[in-house]
């Protein structure tokens, strides 16, 4: 349940100078978001997720979606070395976004009031979270799984919203509460869907990127009032695309300081949670260490 020690959405902003709508001044290290809520208290607790030792590996191969979405780079990949002796890899083009992904704090800026916490932009930096790592209790949000069983399945390759009541209802039915600090790993199945798609399909996607996701702001309030440390999906941006008014990365990314996760790899993961009934598990993500970095892949495992 949210922690009743930290303001909900209706109270925000906490100090005068704020944005509205932002959490800016909740914590005192900016650069770090709503990663503040995983206290070593929280991670600690998170181990009691572990029931069976099965780990679920969370990232996407590098070389997916391919084409790549929103016009990004494919990243090129070359073993380098001597036939008989020891090899190299060296990536060409690499961007952190062109496959599964956080979105640091630098990623979108809001246009008014600039980045997260006030402070600037050169100070934000994925390497922030690489020092702690991002390791905490997730919870499992199987949205296409209970859209399914409600006789609404969500509809792949459009602008579907997901709007505050189903992700209200999908945890009720499945059980298992949101607690503060916990990770929100939502599901979607829009990468189940996209894995099916012949070559020509994944072109058009390339050029829309059109899924179900988040939308509304109800949703948004939702998102903070739950006190999540974070949100990943396995859809191209968390929200829906294309996206709605209001576009919500600029809420959650520079306002509220909540990471978002995109193109996560939940499917295996959500296999075992339908069996078992459960949907908790201990999530650990390891971003690169890249000094004032924007983006960077989630390096992210599950354990049940």
Known sequence: MPDERLPSYDELPVRPDAPPGSSWGVWDDARLGTLNLLTPERT??????????????????????????????????????????SKDDVYHGFNTQSSAQWDGLRHVPHPEHGNYGGIPDEDHGVDAWAVRGIVGRGVLVDVDRWR????????????????ADDLRACIDAQGTPVETGDLLLLRTGWLAW??????????AQAEVAASPGIAGRDALALLWDLHISAIA??????EMVPMANPFLHRDLIPLLGIPLGEMWDLDALAEDCAATGTYDCFVASVPLRMPQGVASPPNAVAVR
């Open 233 to 238: 999906a396995d859809n191209p941006a968390v």
């Open 194 to 203: 996209y894995r099916r798609l012949e070559p020509a399909g994944r072109v």
């Open 44 to 85: 600690l607790r998170a181990a009691q997720s572990i029931r069976s030792g099965h780990t679920f590996g969370l990232s996407l191969e590098l070389t997916l979606p391919d084409p790549p979405l929103f016009n990004r780079a494919a990243v090129g990949h070359e073993v380098v070395g001597r036939p008989s002796g």
């Open 148 to 163: 399914d069983a409600e006789g609404r399945p969500l509809r792949q390759g459009e602008p579907d919203p997901i709007t």
